[in-house]
Antibody, heavy 122, light 111 residues
Framework: EVQLLESGGGFVQPGGSLRLSCAAS????????MTWVRQAPGKGLEWVSC????????FYADAVKGRFTISRDNSKNTVYLQMNSLRVEDTALYYC???????????????WGQGTTVTVSS | DIVMTQSPLTLSVTPGQAASISCKSS???????????LYWYLQKPGQPPQLLIY???NRFSGVPDRFSGSGSGTDFTLRISRVEAEDVGIYYC????????FGGGTTVEIK
């Protein structure tokens, strides 16, 4: 069974850092681009970042560029999101999502995890 | 970024009736390779989104045939031919011809 299991969410003060992890199983991890999508409480979906299957290419939403870093370890079937300089507006449920292709463009997001909650507050 | 605009905000439907959701993009989603990168997702209460339709009109694996997608360029529609109670939730359109963006969502509820 294809599964994505996020971890690492929590409560942090503004300016702090968190690292999210997403462990994948049930498919050949390196063949798929992976992305993070977030959903603020009661709000819609916002794409955050994507890493290609090889890990060579990364992309970021303007809202997080320079603060967040996406990476992956294909030997561990895990994708990470390092979040620095966190702001109150980063508070959201963060979903780990698989693209149906190896690149971050021209593809759908076909498998979603259950999400991990990040709360940024003083 | 490409802006995705959905309407209506909320749809209240009697079971068995049809429902349609509109999605308009600020730029064409037609690629030079002939594909159009427009997708539809349903987020049921308390769950992550699930893929319904890919590339405008293709139903994802396991999606009932009462769901259909149509459109071209910048104007797209998701249609549910006969709404069932399990179809309640928030429907989102999404584009991936550039950095992905989602529509604001349409809530479908049962009368």
């Amino acid at each position: 069974e294809v599964q994505l299991l996020e971890s690492g969410g929590g409560f942090v003060q503004p300016g702090g850092s968190l690292r999210l992890s997403c462990a994948a199983s049930g498919f050949t991890f390196s063949l798929y681009a992976m992305t993070w999508v977030r959903q603020a409480p009661g709000k819609g979906l916002e794409w955050v970042s994507c890493v290609s299957g090889s890990g060579v290419s990364t992309f970021y939403a303007d809202a997080v560029k320079g603060r967040f870093t996406i990476s992956r370890d294909n030997s561990k079937n895990t994708v990470y999101l390092q979040m620095n300089s966190l702001r109150v507006e980063d508070t959201a449920l963060y979903y780990c999502v698989r693209y149906s292709g190896t690149n971050c463009y021209y593809s759908d997001m076909d498998v979603w995890g259950q999400g991990t909650t990040v709360t940024v507050s003083s | 970024d490409i802006v995705m605009t959905q309407s209506p905000l909320t749809l209240s439907v009697t079971p068995g009736q049809a429902a349609s959701i509109s999605c308009k993009s600020s730029q064409s989603l037609l690629h030079s390779n002939g594909k159009t990168f427009l997708y539809w997702y349903l987020q049921k209460p308390g769950q992550p989104p699930q893929l319904l339709i890919y590339e405008v009109s293709n139903r994802f694996s396991g999606v009932p045939d009462r769901f259909s997608g149509s459109g071209s360029g910048t104007d797209f529609t998701l249609r549910i031919s006969r709404v069932e109670a399990e179809d309640v939730g928030i429907y989102y359109c999404m584009q991936s011809i550039s950095n992905p963006t989602f529509g604001g969502g349409t809530t479908v509820e049962i009368k």
